[in-house]
């Protein structure tokens, strides 16, 4: 679950892009707690993209997840990790006006602990990932 200030939120509707950071474990193994994220304000999403969205019933609450399935009322969107919850399984379906981003890629902040310069290498080489879509996540949930 993402958090961003207000001002990141104004700044929404000049830059098409922004930074958001993680808290929790809800998208484990794709994201994890303290992941920096660049997200898209506006992007076209497409099933299978991992999304910045208001939360249906706490509209000051932001959260991070799967867009699985467009549907008549909304998106239907899923946690990568299934023990986590808060999801479309709780709260049904999310109306397209909150939905509010599209992630492009994460980055790991580097830790004070890797300091030796291997540390610093192998750090370079994982800190930043594209978040692909994952299209196989519409079709787990039509199988259940």
């Known amino acids: 679950m993402p958090e961003l200030s207000q001002e990141t939120e104004r700044r929404a509707a000049v830059l098409p ?10 998208m484990v193994p794709t994201l994890h707690h303290g992941d920096r ?7 076209r999403i497409r099933p299978g993209d991992v999304v910045v969205l208001r ?9 991070v997840k ?3 399935e467009r549907r008549e009322s909304g998106w239907w969107v899923l946690g990568d990790n299934p023990y986590a919850g808060s999801d479309s399984t709780d709260f049904g379906t999310v109306p397209q006006e ?13 830790t004070s602990a890797a300091r030796s310069p291997l540390a610093r290498v192998r750090w370079a080489l994982s800190a930043v990932r594209f978040v692909l879509p ?8 039509r199988a259940r």
């Open 17 to 26: 892009f922004g930074l958001a950071e993680v808290s929790g474990p809800s």
């Open 37 to 43: 994220l660049v997200v898209q304000y506006g992007a």
């Open 55 to 63: 939360h249906p019933f706490q509209q000051d609450l932001l959260i």
């Open 66 to 68: 799967r867009a699985v």
């Open 98 to 110: 909150l939905v509010l981003a599209k992630v492009w890629f994460r980055y790991r902040p580097r």
């Open 134 to 141: 994952d299209r196989s996540a519409s079709r787990r949930l």
